[in-house]
């Protein structure tokens, strides 16, 4: 473990870094980080009625697959550099490493922003989750079996309730990697338990176990499918659309490259973490998802229910102690999700600011606490980002649409983009002098191409159900984002943004790099 302490130092020393944070997670913690954030009991249920009410079973049993190899293909490409250059806030390194400067900035922008409202939007799914499975556990029911709760998902409510958890989401983090990583770690073995007991209990009590559900394509669009997907007779189009549910579930792996510098022997871990929670979340979330689909009483009566199909499913079909003992695991795993993605925003922050990306502030958002080795401005600064977006996207309407559905999908895009730019990078710089060899984690060089090349392709299939009707206006939101960055650019960031440091910097930082990691107790 020395050995392995030592070469992950000096692989850090070498890009021109100091060991700040804590090197103590593990590689099972690596992985449990990225799984904690895919989390399909998060994405998955929430989203569950983007599959039936698109083109039916098919949209689980079939769509489910095609969504997670596209992820899939990400996740390996990913993987590749991860190996060669693990360090934290990895996307925006990559790409200024394999690109330029400004592919790094743009990078670190479109990530950063996914980060901060994926958070948002994993936090506002868990209170609505909170709103219709837990609160009704402590309400009342009246003589024609009406329940009444304190808590009924409110805007006002849903935003107070995102703030406090956040917050101790926040609070969690600011006290140590430790603490995150015992956390996650019991939020894979939560989730791999939760979804066996959903899934053997969607099987047993089922009214009928109907297996050509999960390829038979049904057209529950429009009103046939509680308006979730406006109605269309394009059966192709309504299958793209339901992959809106695996592509943004599937998502979050990154964080297993954000925090490379906490990881003992990231070379190896980072990109199994990074493969292995897309592998096991896709098969393990596939099982999960049919088996809900084949519990569905009926199909048509399902798909009408809209955004309601889970719980009017779980409802009619799971006994309610045995359903409420599977809402407290569900919504355990779903506050955990939110932790792992706190840390996951903030490490990027962290990162970008140590190379003074950040226009104010980068000093103190770069500052690593002495006594628990975390990067608390940037922690607590990724946090009150989010409650903001929060408050806004809760608050503001677009016409009839919450700004909040249009920024959901306008999150997959920067998310994915910003997974695009450096693989693309990548591909262009392997084998020159920027990337002269890969790392200890590698697949075959033709191997690593095809599959890049794949994931531009999965880019392009992610770009066009994102901005597709009725989500136009994510065009206009991702159009204005990269307008503005590009003014932006040339007008000041393109004159005092130096990006990462190389050559003969690397070499001048080394005595700040001793004297900074003797701050810490480092040797």
Avoid at 196 to 219: E, I, Q
Avoid at 459 to 483: S, T
Avoid at 495 to 511: C, L, N, S, T, Y
Wanted: glycine letters at 8%; charged letters at 10%.
């Amino acid at each position: 473990m020395a050995d392995k302490m030592t070469e992950d130092k000096k692989l850090l020393h070498n890009m021109g870094y100091a060991q700040e944070l804590s090197r103590s997670m593990s590689k099972f913690s690596n992985f449990a980080i990225s799984f904690s954030i895919i989390c399909i009991l998060s994405g998955g249920i929430n989203s569950f009625a983007q599959a039936i009410s698109s083109v039916g079973g098919a949209g689980a049993g079939i769509g489910w697959i095609a969504g997670c190899i596209v992820s899939g293909m990400f996740a390996l490409a990913m993987a590749q550099i991860a190996s060669a250059f693990p360090t934290a806030g990895g996307l925006y390194h990559w790409a200024s490493i394999l690109g330029n400067r400004f592919w790094g900035w743009l990078t670190a922008w479109l990530n950063l922003l996914g980060l901060i409202t994926v958070l948002g939007a994993i936090n506002i799914g868990t209170a609505y989750f909170f709103a219709g499975a837990i609160a009704p556990m402590f309400g009342t029911t009246a003589a024609d079996g009406t329940v009444t709760t304190f808590f009924t998902g409110t805007d006002m409510q849903v935003v107070v309730f995102v703030a406090i958890i956040t917050i101790l989401q926040a609070v969690l983090n600011h006290v140590g990697i430790r603490v995150t990583t015992f956390l996650t770690d019991i939020s894979g073995y939560i989730i791999f338990a939760t979804t066996a007991v959903l899934v053997v209990a969607c099987l047993y009590f089922a009214p009928s176990l109907d297996f050509s559900r999960l390829w038979t394509f049904t057209n529950f669009s429009g009103e046939a499918g509680g308006n979730v997907f406006p109605q269309s007779d394009n059966m192709l189009y309504l299958f793209l659309l339901c992959l809106l549910l695996p592509v943004y579930t599937i998502t979050g792996y990154d964080a297993s490259a954000h925090t490379s510098e906490e990881t003992h022997d990231a070379a190896n871990s980072v990109p199994r973490g990074i493969v292995s929670a897309v592998l096991w979340s896709s098969l393990v979330g596939w099982v999960m998802i049919s088996a809900i689909m084949l519990a569905v009483p009926d199909m048509a009566a399902g798909a009408a229910q809209g955004w309601g199909v889970f719980f009017g499913t779980m409802n009619a079909v799971i006994p309610e102690t045995l359903r409420n003992i599977l809402y407290i695991g569900i919504f355990i795993a779903q506050l955990l999700c939110g932790l792992a993605t706190v840390t996951s925003a903030s490490r990027m922050l962290f990162a970008f600011a140590r190379d003074d990306g950040m226009p104010v502030g980068s000093e103190a958002l770069s500052s690593v606490s002495t006594t628990f080795r975390t990067p608390v401005t940037a922690i607590w600064t990724a946090t009150v980002l989010c409650i903001l977006y929060v408050v806004l996207a809760m608050t503001i309407k677009v016409g009839e649409t919450s700004i909040y559905v249009i920024v959901v999908n306008s999150t997959l895009v920067f998310l994915f983009l910003s997974f695009t730019i450096p693989l693309v990078a990548g591909l262009f710089a392997y084998g020159t002098a920027k990337w002269p060899k890969p790392g200890p984690w590698a697949m075959s060089t033709g191997t690593y191409k095809l599959v890049t090349i794949l994931s531009v392709v999965g880019m392009a299939i992610i770009l066009f159900i994102a901005v597709a009707p009725p989500n136009e206006r994510v065009l206009y939101v991702v159009i204005g984002f990269i307008v503005l960055a590009l003014i932006f650019w040339f007008a000041v960031e393109n004159k005092r943004f130096r990006g990462p440091p190389v050559g003969d910097e690397i070499k001048r930082r080394q005595a700040e790099i001793a004297k900074k990691e003797a701050m810490f107790g480092e040797t």
